[in-house]
């Protein structure tokens, strides 16, 4: 399938994704999925627009990698003010300056190998791989060194994560487990609070 054809598929709200010549179909997120989606969203959302760092988008939202290459529908994506110029109304192209993935039991390889190499590619900022299933429970944080290449990034203490692409930005990694649990309202005055 062509590039052209990924593009005339009728727009449905469910992800796919174009690669290496062939759609690729996901069947819808779950419950548990899309409550972690909407907390990180939620706080990243605040924060971003809060301090106009630039623009954060969630799935169904195309990435054009690079000319010829894949297009993937990160989980979340925050384009800073630097890159915003590759922002359209039908997607952005290039590597955004934070990817992050959620990974679903059929998402593990795709997520830890495949978008790993294209997003370190595309000049992706920071990765941030998130497997929130029951036995597994780990985040896994990237971010790009001077060779152009993702090296594991440290976590804090406290299991306190500092971003590298989203300056004064911290998230807690016990948020990821029980994202319903969290108080949004104090979590973002948590998140601002260690601005000072």
């Known amino acids: 399938m062509s590039y052209e054809e990924y593009l005339a598929l009728p727009d449905e709200s469910r992800i796919i994704e174009w690669v290496d010549g062939e759609a690729i ?15 990180l969203a939620l706080l990243l959302g605040f924060y971003v627009n809060k301090f106009r760092l630039g623009q954060i ?5 195309e990435v054009k990698l690079w000319p010829g290459g894949p297009s993937r529908e990160p989980d979340v994506l925050f384009i800073g003010q630097d890159r915003l110029g590759s922002l359209s109304r039908q997607r952005f192209d290039g590597g955004p300056n934070l990817v992050i993935e959620i990974i679903s039991p059929a998402s593990v390889t795709t997520d830890r190998v495949n978008k790993f190499r294209e997003y370190e590619r595309a000049g992706v900022n ?11 429970q780990q985040a896994d944080f990237y971010v790009r060194d001077e060779r152009g290449l993702f090296v594991p990034a440290a ?38 609070g260690s601005q000072g």
């Open 25 to 39: 179909f996901y069947m819808p997120a779950s419950t548990s999925h899309q409550k972690l989606v909407l907390l």
């Open 155 to 192: 976590i804090g203490e406290g299991g306190v994560y500092s971003s590298a692409a989203i300056p004064g930005f911290r998230l807690r990694l016990d948020w990821l487990w029980e994202p319903e649990e969290v108080d949004t309202e104090g979590a973002l005055a948590w998140i601002l």
């Open 126 to 136: 920071e990765y941030w791989i998130i497997d929130p299933r029951s036995q597994q």
């Open 57 to 61: 988008m969630v799935a169904p939202y």
